[in-house]
């Protein structure tokens, strides 16, 4: 049981490149969650899904995409990398809404040079 | 949205000593967890806590929830306690988690 499992763990992109962050739990989970931490604060939501076809956005959504096509996977599209994009993304899962259960993954550090 | 606010920003600790770390919030919540990142940015769930008191080995926390606060208990630490300590809460009927800004504890040998 891998839990949550986010790739890359580092990357660095210039300005305007594309990427996908890759998150996959094996869970059975129906909430998937992508976060983003910036140095000193707390997590903000960037997009959530409830299930397999379901996404919606948080709190930070401009310059990212996510697709939820299985209840395993939930990846994070980056179309137009900017300066501001550079911070910690952490992707979680968890059985319920709200805090019921949340699992997340090792975190993926991207910087936009 | 709500506020939530964490203190101390910054907290050192010789090993072997006890912390309190404490989270305000603003409004009534469904939900409040306490998690350790520790230095390697990786991020620990510790506490499920809406209410009431839980503990776990060294750590136990205790929400008063009437009150909007929650206090999280560090006894005896250790040089892995070090990392960040962040409060989060749920609001009713959102999927909208806010987190404190944390708090950065540096336990020192």
């Known amino acids: 049981n891998a839990g949550v499992t986010q790739t890359p763990k580092f990357r660095i992109l210039k300005i305007g490149q594309s990427m996908t962050l890759q998150c996959t739990q094996d869970?059975?989970?129906?909430?998937m969650y992508w976060y983003r931490q910036d140095p000193g604060m707390g997590l903000k939501l960037i997009y959530y899904s409830v299930g397999a076809g379901i996404t919606d956005k948080g709190e930070v959504p401009n310059g990212y995409n996510v697709s939820r096509s299985t209840t395993e996977d939930f990846p994070l599209r980056l179309e137009l990398a900017a300066p501001s994009q550079t911070s910690v993304y952490f992707c979680?899962?968890?059985?319920?809404?709200?805090?019921?259960?949340?699992?997340f993954g090792s975190g993926t550090r991207l910087t936009v040079v | 949205g709500i506020q939530v606010e964490q203190s101390p920003p910054d907290l050192i600790l010789q090993e072997g000593a006890n912390s309190t770390l404490r989270c305000n919030f603003s409004?009534?919540?469904?939900?409040l967890q306490w998690f350790h990142q520790n230095p390697w940015g990786q991020l620990i769930n510790l506490f499920y806590?809406?209410?009431g008191t839980k503990q776990n080995g060294r750590l136990s926390a205790t929400t008063v929830a009437t009150e909007r606060y929650s206090l999280l208990y560090i006894s005896s630490s250790q040089t892995t306690d070090s990392g960040v300590y962040f409060c989060?809460?749920?609001?009713?009927?959102?999927?909208?988690?806010?987190f404190g800004k944390g708090t950065k504890l540096s336990v020192i040998p």
């Open positions: 979680a899962s968890s059985q319920g809404p709200g805090l019921y259960g949340y699992t």
């Open positions: 409004d009534s919540v469904n939900n």
């Open positions: 806590i809406p209410s």
């Open positions: 869970m059975n989970h129906n909430y």
């Open positions: 989060r809460i749920d609001g009713a009927g959102s999927y909208q988690l806010t």
